[in-house]
C-alpha cells in the first residue's frame, strides 16, 4: 500500500515537520518542498550557517521545542525526499509545479499537505514605504536569522503577542527600543486573566515581556493610533495619537504588524471551498477538525488554516498525518488522535482570550486618510478605493482589483489585500465577508524572468 | 548609511562583494539584504513614484526588495544568500 501513496508536504514549518515524521511512521516517503534554506519553518527559522549563539539566545522560553523540531527533521531527513529552497507556485489535478533556482518542474502527488503557516498583518498608514519600516515578523528574522537590528532606536507598533516578544527580544540582545505603541487600550490586557486558567505559562511570560521591557526603561504606551512616519528618505521618527493628542518620537526604525494572516494561495488554486474565518477577519479553505478540505486527497494544518501558532501547529501536523492514513487505509491510534484533539481544542478557547487582549484596530479602515498608500506595489492609494465605491459602485474585491490594480502586484495582494478588504468593506457599507476575497493566480510568487522548465511545465 | 545594526555573528567570516561598483564586505550567513542595509538604506526606487525602498517582511512576501545582478539579473534580496564575489546593483533609476 504505501508504495503507491506519495504524498507532497508543502512548507517544513512545525506543522510540515510533524505530518511528515507522522508518514515516516507508518513507512511512507513524503515529499517535503519549502522555499527555505532549512526547516523550521517562521518561529523555529535557523541560521544560513551557525554562529556564536545558542538555541536559548535564539529561541528564548521555546528553545527545547525549537531544537526538538529541527532534531526530529534532522532523524527523518533520509527517509523523505526534501527540496529546499524550492517553490510550490502553483497546484493542478494531482501535481504542483514546483521551482528551484532557475528550473521548475511538476511534481505528481497521491495527496497533498498545505503547511504553509502565515506572514504578518500589515495595515498602511502615512510612510509605511519608507526604508526603516519593516513588518514585526521581519524586524524579528533580522535579529535571529542575521544577528541585526533594524535600526538603533527602534519603535515597535501594533498588536498582537509579537509585539511585546519582538520587543522584548530586541531589548534582550542589546538593541535600542524606543518606545512600544499598543493600539489595543490598556483595558484589554485584563482579558488576558481569563487565560490565566487555560494557558498559565503562556499568559505569565508575556507578562514578563511587558514588565521587563518597562523596567528597562522602555516607554510602552496603549490606545495608539499611528499618524505618520517622519523622514522622506528613510525613517526619522514617528507621529501617532494617542487620547486625543498628537505625539512624536525620533527614531530611525519601526517594526509594526497587527497579529498575522494565513498563506492560502495554493488551496484556492487547488479548488478548495472557502469559509470566512471571524476571528482572523479573513477567508480559509474551509476543513473539518482533522484537516481534509472539500477536495479528496488534499489536507491542511497549521496557521495555513487558521491562526493558531506554533504549538498548535505540531500537533495539528501530526494530527492530519495521521489522518491521512487512516483515509488511505492504514490503522492508527485513535487515543493519540482524540488527545491532539482535545490538546487543539484548548489553544483554540486560548486563541479567543488573545484576539480580545490584542484586538484588531477597529474602526481603523473609516478613520484612515484618502492619500495613504494602500497597495505598496503598484502605489494605489485609500482615495482610490473609495472613489471606485463611490463612482463605479465597486463592491467586491477581484473587481475594485480589476478596476484600481488593487492586489495585483507582485505580491499578489500579501501585503495590502487584508487593508483592501477593510477599506472596500467599510466604504461600501458591508460586512467584512460579504466583499469576498483576492483569489489567487499562478505563479503564486514571481519567478525568475530566465526560469527553464524540466519535462512537462506550464 | 546603514539601516540594519550588527549585534551579533561579527566574528564569521568576511565575504567580499561589489555593490554599485564599490569593493564591500558582508558576513558569511548573511541575506544579500543584510549585506547590502548594513551598508546602504536604499535597494531599489518604487515603480511609479520612484520614492526609496529597503524590503519590509524579510521572508519573500512582500516583494520590495528585488535589485538587480551585474548581468542584468534580478534577484529578491532577502531570501538570497550572500555569495563570495557576487556583484550587484540596487535600482536607483527608475524602471522604464
Ligand atoms: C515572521 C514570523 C515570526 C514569528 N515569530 C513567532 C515567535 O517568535 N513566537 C511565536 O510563538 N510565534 C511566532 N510566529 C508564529 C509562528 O511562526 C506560527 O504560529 C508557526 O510557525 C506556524 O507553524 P506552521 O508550520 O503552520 O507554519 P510556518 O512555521 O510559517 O511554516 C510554513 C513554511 O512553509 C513554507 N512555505 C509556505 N508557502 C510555500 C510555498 N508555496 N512553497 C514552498 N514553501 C512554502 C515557508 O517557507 C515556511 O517555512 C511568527 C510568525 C511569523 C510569520
Ligand atoms: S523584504 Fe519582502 S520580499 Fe524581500
Given at each position: 500500500m504505501s508504495d503507491i501513496l506519495r504524498p507532497l508536504i508543502v512548507g517544513a514549518g512545525p506543522a510540515g515537520i510533524r505530518a511528515a515524521q507522522t508518514l515516516v511512521g507508518a513507512g511512507i516517503r513524503p515529499i517535503v518542498v519549502d522555499e527555505a534554506p532549512s526547516g523550521g519553518g517562521q518561529i523555529y527559522r535557523q541560521r544560513i550557517v551557525p554562529d556564536e549563539r545558542s538555541p536559548q539566545d535564539l529561541y528564548g522560553s521555546e528553545a527545547a521545542k525549537a531544537t526538538a523540531l529541527h532534531e526530529t527533521f534532522a532523524q527523518i531527513r533520509d527517509r523523505i525526499d526534501y527540496l529546499p529552497e524550492t517553490l510550490v507556485w502553483n497546484v493542478r489535478d494531482k501535481a504542483a509545479d514546483v521551482a528551484t533556482g532557475n528550473r521548475t518542474r511538476r511534481i505528481d502527488f497521491s495527496h497533498l499537505i498545505l503547511a504553509t503557516g502565515a506572514t504578518d498583518r500589515v495595515l498602511p498608514f502615512h510612510g509605511w514605504t519608507t526604508p526603516g519600516v519593516f513588518t514585526l515578523g521581519g524586524s524579528q528574522i533580522a535579529l535571529k536569522s542575521q544577528g541585526c537590528a533594524i535600526g538603533e532606536q527602534v519603535v515597535f507598533l501594533g498588536s498582537g503577542p509579537l509585539l511585546y516578544l519582538v520587543a522584548w527580544q530586541y531589548v534582550k540582545a542589546g538593541a535600542g527600543v524606543a518606545a512600544v505603541l499598543d493600539?489595543?487600550?490598556?483595558?484589554?490586557?485584563?482579558?488576558?486573566l481569563r487565560g490565566l486558567l487555560a494557558q498559565p505559562a503562556v499568559v505569565l511570560r508575556g507578562f514578563r515581556y511587558a514588565a521587563e521591557l518597562m523596567a528597562r526603561g522602555v516607554p510602552v504606551h496603549f490606545g495608539v493610533q499611528p499618524v505618520r512616519i517622519e523622514g522622506k528618505a528613510r525613517v526619522e521618527g514617528i507621529v501617532w495619537r494617542e487620547r486625543g493628542k498628537e505625539r512624536r518620537l525620533a527614531c530611525d526604525a519601526v517594526g509594526y504588524g497587527f497579529a498575522l494572516r494565513s498563506e492560502t494561495q495554493l488551496g484556492d488554486l487547488a479548488g478548495c471551498r472557502f469559509i470566512f474565518d471571524a476571528r482572523d477577519r479573513a477567508w480559509r479553505p474551509e476543513c473539518d477538525m482533522a484537516g481534509r478540505t472539500s477536495v479528496p486527497g488534499i489536507y491542511i494544518a497549521g496557521d495555513g488554516a487558521g491562526i493558531a501558532g506554533a504549538d498548535a501547529a505540531e500537533l495539528a501536523g501530526e494530527r492530519v498525518g495521521l489522518i491521512l492514513l487512516e483515509d488511505a487505509g492504514f490503522s492508527v491510534d485513535r487515543t493519540r488522535i482524540s488527545v491532539l484533539e482535545r490538546r487543539l481544542a484548548a489553544i483554540h478557547r486560548f486563541r479567543d482570550v488573545l484576539e480580545a487582549a490584542f484586538p484588531f484596530p477597529d474602526p481603523w479602515a473609516g478613520s484612515i486618510a484618502d492619500d495613504v498608500t494602500l497597495c505598496r506595489c503598484e502605489e494605489i492609494s485609500v482615495g482610490h478605493v473609495r472613489a471606485a465605491v463611490r463612482d463605479q459602485g465597486v463592491f467586491e474585491l477581484n473587481r475594485l482589483k480589476a478596476l484600481t490594480r488593487v492586489g495585483m502586484g507582485r505580491c499578489q495582494g500579501r501585503m495590502c489585500g487584508s487593508a483592501a478588504a477593510e477599506v472596500l468593506a467599510t466604504a461600501c457599507n458591508q460586512?467584512?465577508?460579504?466583499?469576498g476575497r483576492l483569489r489567487a493566480q499562478p505563479p503564486i510568487k514571481p519567478l525568475p524572468l530566465e526560469i527553464a522548465a524540466d519535462g512537462e511545465a506550464a | 548609511m546603514a539601516l540594519l545594526k550588527r549585534l551579533?555573528?561579527?566574528?564569521l567570516p568576511p565575504i567580499a562583494f561589489t555593490l554599485n561598483g564599490q569593493a564591500c564586505s558582508g558576513r558569511a550567513g548573511d541575506t544579500v539584504l543584510t549585506a547590502l542595509l548594513t551598508q546602504v538604506d536604499c535597494l531599489r526606487l518604487s515603480d511609479f513614484s520612484h520614492e526609496p525602498r529597503a524590503g519590509f517582511?524579510?521572508?519573500?512576501?512582500?516583494?520590495?526588495?528585488w535589485i538587480l545582478t551585474a548581468e542584468g539579473k534580478r534577484i529578491r534580496a532577502c531570501n538570497t544568500v550572500l555569495e563570495p564575489g557576487m556583484n550587484l546593483r540596487t535600482i536607483a533609476e527608475p524602471r522604464s
Open positions: 493600539t489595543a487600550p490598556f483595558s484589554a490586557k485584563f482579558h488576558l460586512s467584512l465577508d460579504s466583499v | 551579533a555573528r561579527q566574528k517582511c524579510q521572508m519573500g512576501a512582500c516583494q520590495d526588495c
